[in-house]
């Protein structure tokens, strides 16, 4: 049951990268936090991400850790 729960987990990851990668523009600016980054819910998790030309850029996943420990 554990492996399923960390499959279904890791799919949903999957799922929100293909949206930010589709429109990531749709998704909240942080520049509070990061100047450049923004923010999208999967789950209980964060994924923080930044526009680098025509790139996306995940710079990190946080579920409840303090975000200046993790964000660059």
Known sequence: MI????IFIIMNFFQM????AENPF???TID???PGYRR????RDHIYFRING???E???IIGSQSLELWLP
């Open 32 to 34: 509070h936090i990061r």
């Open 58 to 60: 995940i710079m990190a």
């Open 40 to 43: 999208c819910l999967c789950g």
């Open 26 to 28: 749709l998704f909240q």
């Open 54 to 56: 025509q790139l996306i």
């Open 17 to 20: 990268f293909q949206k930010i």
């Open 3 to 6: 492996f399923r729960k960390r």
